[in-house]
């Protein structure tokens, strides 16, 4: 079987570029080396060389086709050998190699991106190493590449979890023509062993009811039961989306939003620092049955001087007490949503450098990056809660 044998002006041309250009010469030597590499490969795809009579011939050539690659090298302009008549489509294994290189490359600047390094200082290093600027409108469609990974893990199997922590933050993004407050909805379970994890991220325009529906519903969906309590704080959409999705399962209200929702119905402002002690020594009370006494007391207290205070203190502070239901070894944190400040914190260290999101998906791109992050670390690490405890 003949195939084409290398053309022997390449190496004297290639010798030539080197000699007259040294190191400037590198890219175009690099193109004629890879143009001839490529159409050889085509010869033995095809089992016949140019303008070869055989009988094992496969198919035909038929042109070229004009790319241009970047690489370390510089931007290489390439004659990309074609074929006819063929049962598999040509591609030279080259060529591929690049693009997987690239590929690669795009992925380490996605990847970069989502750690908060700001789209200038992507361009400067891949400058710096690859010897070509990478445009923000290429850095961006380069996050597009982990979408795959990212969308597989939103949409997990889920396990048992007995504590199941619920909150949402809010990021700028830019939707119909106008820059909105998206919420940004939360999950993290802790696991029978112990263990904790973020087991749902979600981009919503809001926290109304149908939104955290939707997200508590796909977190059912996915295998998640035996909740045996939620905390959350007490937003009336996340509420209603509970009794809806949830119902009958226990509700702790986040004993820290509820100290600073009463501040809104303090009449004066000499008085907050005083309720927000009365408040904390209620919530805080070695017992469910001290807790009630006080919170009796202190309704009592201000039912003359702060009556809207006293009824909402009433009405409010007792969905607080669930926790109590607990072993005293979980209380201390379950009382509470702050273990989810964390995620927020991180989240925000991100978003900081995007400051506004052209779009959910960017934003939710970003978030779910974080968060797989984050909870990587916490599967991994130490145990969060004793389940043992009684």
Not at 79 to 85: A, F, L, Q, S, V
Not at 212 to 219: G, K, N, P, T
Request: charge should be positive; glycine fraction near 6%; hydrophobic fraction near 40%.
């Amino acid at each position: 079987m003949t195939h084409h044998d290398p053309d022997p002006t390449t190496i004297d041309t290639v010798l030539e570029l080197l000699t007259e250009n040294g190191f400037e010469g590198f890219a175009a030597a690099l193109e004629v080396l890879l143009n001839e590499a490529m159409q050889i490969e085509r010869s033995h795809f095809l089992e016949a060389g140019p303008y070869e009579r055989t009988g094992a011939r496969r198919g035909h050539a038929n042109g070229f086709k004009a790319k241009q690659v970047k690489s370390r090298a510089g931007a290489l302009q390439l004659k990309i050998p074609k074929t006819r008549g063929t049962e598999d489509p040509f591609y030279p294994r080259s060529l591929e190699r690049g693009e997987r290189s690239e590929r690669a490359l795009k992925a380490a600047l996605a990847e970069m991106y989502i750690k908060g390094i700001s789209t200038r200082k992507v361009k400067a290093i891949t400058e710096e190493l690859c010897g070509f600027e990478v445009s923000s409108s290429q850095v961006s469609r380069a996050t597009k590449l982990l979408d795959e990974e990212l969308t597989a893990w939103r949409h997990r199997p889920l396990a048992q979890c007995p504590y199941l922590l619920l909150d949402a933050r809010y990021e700028k993004v830019r939707t119909g023509g106008q820059v909105v407050s998206c919420a940004v909805l939360l999950a993290k379970a802790i696991y029978p062993d112990g263990t904790r994890a973020v087991i749902g991220a979600s981009v919503s325009l809001s926290e109304a009811e149908v939104h955290w529906r939707a997200f508590l519903e796909d977190l059912l969906a996915r295998g998640m039961h035996g909740v045996k309590m939620i905390v959350s704080d007490s937003h009336s959409g996340l509420k209603a989306a509970l009794a809806a999705v949830l119902p009958g399962t226990p509700w702790q209200r986040c004993q820290y939003h509820l100290q600073q929702n009463a501040q809104a119905y303090v009449p004066q402002v000499a008085l907050r620092k005083q309720v927000g002690r009365d408040i904390k020594g209620i919530i805080t009370a070695p017992s469910l049955v001290e807790a009630e006494r006080l919170l009796k007391l202190k309704v009592a207290e201000y039912s003359e001087s702060a009556p809207r205070l006293a009824e909402w203190m009433e009405a409010n502070v007792p969905e607080s007490f669930t926790v109590y239901a607990l072993p005293e070894a979980h209380r201390r944190r379950m009382r509470t949503s702050n273990a989810m400040e964390r995620l927020n914190r991180e989240i925000k260290r991100r978003t900081r450098v995007a400051t506004l999101f052209p779009n959910e998906a960017s934003l939710l791109r970003l978030v779910t990056a974080v968060v797989i992050e984050i909870s990587e670390e916490w599967e991994t690490g130490r145990i969060y809660l004793n389940m043992d405890a009684e």
